[in-house]
């Protein structure tokens, strides 16, 4: 079961939109809509920032969007802020009726 | 207010066993899956594996199958990850988290437990 890939890092000036990628396979994010996007920030527990692909909890800013096309989940935040630096993790179900998380994006604002 | 409350911070030498717990309150506490992750010093989110409370179904993660045991004790709400025997590798901090039967997405979390192992 291999960690879903995120890039290392992101980075984006306040104002601006990011978006983070997450490649899978055809066994867990291309085959369920059932990726979710978690937010870390240093030293905290994850929270969730968006569940089935798309949707936002209550509470969690408009500025957060997802999406999904094949294999690969995006997570967008636009009008960048500075409490949006952190560490972003993407999760998905997969076909051995477990979960696995991707390798983790840093996000920085400039 | 729903939330998971886990236990505090261990110290331990190699060869040692350890259970950490994480108690549920404001829900039913057997209706909801209770899921493992670990995050080592530094690194990443990785998923450990998941229980059902209500009939004690547990999943594991390939990588941690055999490793460590998942548990729940449904009288006082409380789930349990276990080792029978550390290694310096276990040095990580674990949460716990969960979901609704039927949901695949986990809140809230527990604040988590920070595990070090060294001799």
């Known amino acids: 079961q291999s960690a879903l890939t995120q890039p290392a890092s992101v980075s984006g000036s306040p104002g601006q939109s990011i978006t983070i990628s997450c490649t899978g396979t055809?066994?867990?994010?291309?085959?369920?809509?059932?990726v979710s996007w978690y937010q870390q920030h240093p030293g905290k527990a994850p929270k969730l920032m968006i569940y089935?692909?798309?949707n936002r909890p209550s509470g969690v800013s408009n500025r957060f969007s997802a999406s999904k096309s094949g294999n690969t989940a995006s997570l967008t935040i636009s009008g960048l802020q500075a409490e949006d630096e952190a560490d972003y993790y993407c999760?998905?179900?997969?076909?051995?009726?477990?979960?696995?998380f991707g390798t983790g994006t840093k996000v920085t604002v400039l | 207010e729903v939330q998971l409350v886990q236990s505090g911070a261990e110290v331990k030498k190699p060869g040692e066993s350890l259970k950490i717990s994480c108690k549920g309150s404001?829900?039913?506490?057997?209706?909801?899956?209770i899921g493992w992750v670990r995050q080592m010093p530094g690194k990443g989110l990785e998923w450990m594996g998941i229980?059902?409370?209500?009939?004690?179904?547990?999943k594991y993660n390939p990588s941690f199958q055999g490793q460590v045991t998942i548990s729940v004790d449904k009288s006082i709400s409380t789930a349990y990850l276990q080792w029978s025997s550390l290694k310096a590798s276990d040095t990580a901090i674990y949460y716990c988290?969960?979901?609704?039967?039927?949901?695949?997405?986990?809140?809230?979390w527990g604040q988590g437990t920070l595990v070090t192992v060294s001799s």
């Open positions: 055809s066994s867990d994010v291309g085959g369920y809509n059932y």
């Open positions: 999760n998905s179900y997969t076909s051995s009726t477990t979960y696995v």
């Open positions: 229980i059902f409370p209500g009939d004690s179904n547990t």
């Open positions: 988290t969960m979901a609704a039967d039927g949901i695949f997405w986990f809140d809230p």
């Open positions: 404001g829900y039913s506490f057997t209706s909801y899956w």
């Open positions: 089935d692909v798309s």
